[in-house]
């Protein structure tokens, strides 16, 4: 019996032995190659950072982070000139590439991790998942080897500011927590019906009206918000914040995707500038959601995307485009004239010029046209990117003609929707939408030929805010099925695993206290 309980005692220490050493080596997004190896690197406020021209910015981006979260001061030196031992080095190339990749070595000497573009910051993202959740002493990091790269170049996260406003340092702190998952695109859904939130010096009457309807409402001069959870929260941000928000995206590596609704979901713009509504032959306002075709209102377009494209230096600009109330255009004398003068057989032919219009002149300052699925009906614009929100079958159809895609269909993407049953969470728009649904989406469609399916960039998780009152109440949402979005864009479907991925959301909880984040705890927690 002495024998069977000592070999119990050393199979379950041997156990526990693999499992804590497995437990400090888990990343999300699961990376490509992933070795643990023996021993461990211990970090103090003896560690240099070393850094190359390149790297430094993200050098510092890791000192302030060490500094913020485990109160270490380490300083930042150029690599070549630092010791060999007790060194993060960032090193700037690595003989891959494709943007993103980079590899990570922690032995007990020191680290490396080498990359290019934004290789280096990921392996700094790795590390930072490697780092003890609490501040211990020592700090320790477990050895590992990690070669890795994304799968997908656009791995999204979308944030509706319209229906909801959310400060500037909420914005930073959203992504923030996106860049440590490697997530890269920031679609900001700028403008809509209960807000419009950029400053545009030609049109002030859009941020002095239209960026405070929910003051209108309450005085009774614009609708009751009735389908807004607690009437919505007026603000817009200045052209100063604006900027200030993409620097600090763009030293997290995030492109901020800009949208300008058009043609539907403009109440707020119309509601600052009646003149550019669609109006019946009355002259009264037939609906205040839609523009009219008319000049003015494509001379006001162009004026805006001028201060966008002024402001936002990626490549593409979401023009929406999403449920336009095109039948009101039969009732506008405007509209109706277009049609005959441009022989457009219906109202779907109508939007299509518009956005063809829009699009031209995206193309004329060298920007790329993002826009909703239902940019498709009617006829799609030369170079446009789609959307595909309402389901998938508008993502592939578009792959199909060749037109870049992103998918981010609602049965999985919508984050709006409740995580589990809707009489235990929130109230949300649709059905609910678990971590485990996020997870289990891919991308490429089998209805697509392996060269159809190069054209879907990636995918993207949405949120629309009607229901989403405040930043805890956004990050209860979005956490933890963003991680599901971060690892089906970023890993090999052969890598993905979601017992491991499970687990690995359960480890992130120690960092989600550490970052103040509300993270949902799925049912089984305990896990620290
Ligand atoms: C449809 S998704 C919309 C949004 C709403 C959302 C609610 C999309 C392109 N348009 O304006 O907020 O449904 O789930």
Request: glycine share 6%; proline share 5%; aromatic share 10%.
């Amino acid at each position: 019996r002495f024998v069977v309980s000592a070999l119990v005692f050393v199979i379950s220490c041997l156990t526990l032995f693999i499992t804590s050493a497995q437990a400090q080596i888990h990343v999300i997004p699961q990376p490509l190659h992933l070795t643990a190896q023996k021993g461990g690197f211990i970090l103090s406020n003896k560690t240099v950072i070393g850094v190359d021209q390149q790297s430094e910015t993200v050098g510092k981006y890791l000192q302030a982070y060490l500094n913020r979260y485990y109160k270490l001061n380490l300083k930042v030196k150029v690599y070549k000139h630092i010791p060999a031992n007790n060194a993060i080095k960032l090193i700037t190339g690595n003989n891959n590439s494709i943007e993103g990749a980079y590899t990570l070595s922690v032995v007990p000497g020191g680290i490396k991790i080498t990359g290019n573009g934004a290789g280096v910051f990921y392996g700094v993202q790795s590390l930072i998942q490697l780092l003890p959740a609490k501040v211990a002493k020592p700090l320790r990091v477990a050895a590992c080897k990690i070669a890795d790269e994304p799968r997908f170049q656009w791995r999204g996260l979308s944030l509706d500011v319209s229906r909801h406003f959310f400060t500037v340092d909420e914005v930073k702190k959203y992504i923030d927590v996106m860049a440590h998952y490697k997530l890269n695109v920031f679609h900001w859904h700028l403008t809509d019906d209960e807000g419009w939130r950029i400053q545009i010096d030609k049109y002030p009457r859009l941020t002095e009206v239209g960026s405070k309807i929910s003051y209108y409402a309450k005085q009774g001069k614009f609708r009751k918000l009735d389908n807004l959870i607690d009437d919505g929260r007026d603000g817009f941000y200045t052209k100063a914040e604006i900027r200030d928000v993409i620097k600090y995206a763009q030293d997290r590596f995030v492109t901020i995707l800009p949208e300008i609704e058009m043609p539907g979901h403009s109440e707020a713009a119309i509601f600052a500038y009646p003149e550019l509504g669609c109006q019946d032959s009355t002259g009264a306002k037939h609906r205040v959601r839609m523009l009219d075709p008319s000049e003015d209102t494509f001379k006001f377009m162009e004026d805006v995307l001028t201060e966008v494209i002024g402001l936002f230096p990626n490549q593409y600009i979401h023009i929406g485009g999403d449920e336009a109330e095109m039948a009101d255009w039969l009732k506008s004398p405007v509209a109706v004239a277009l049609m005959k003068k441009e022989g457009l057989k219906n109202e779907k032919e109508v939007q299509s010029y518009f956005v063809k219009r829009i699009e031209r002149f995206l193309v004329s300052k060298n920007k790329k046209l993002v826009g909703w699925d239902e940019i498709l009906q009617g006829g799609l614009a030369e170079s446009a990117t789609v959307m595909s929100w309402q389901g998938e079958a508008g993502g592939i159809t578009a792959a199909k003609m060749h037109h870049h895609v992103v998918m981010t269909p609602l049965p999985y993407m919508y984050f709006d929707a409740p995580q589990a049953n809707e009489d235990l969470e929130p109230i949300g728009w649709n059905p609910p939408v678990t971590w485990q649904m996020v997870y289990n989406y891919e991308p490429r469609s089998s209805q697509l030929t392996p060269a159809e399916a190069e054209y879907i960039l990636g995918a993207q998780g949405n949120i629309w805010t009607e229901k989403v009152p405040n930043l805890r109440h956004l990050e209860y949402m979005v956490y933890p099925r963003a991680l599901a979005v971060a690892e089906l864009t970023w890993s090999l479907k052969e890598n993905k695993n979601i017992s491991r991925f499970e687990y690995k959301i359960k480890q992130q909880y120690g960092l989600f206290k550490l970052w103040n984040l509300n993270a949902r705890l799925p049912d089984i927690v305990g896990v620290d």
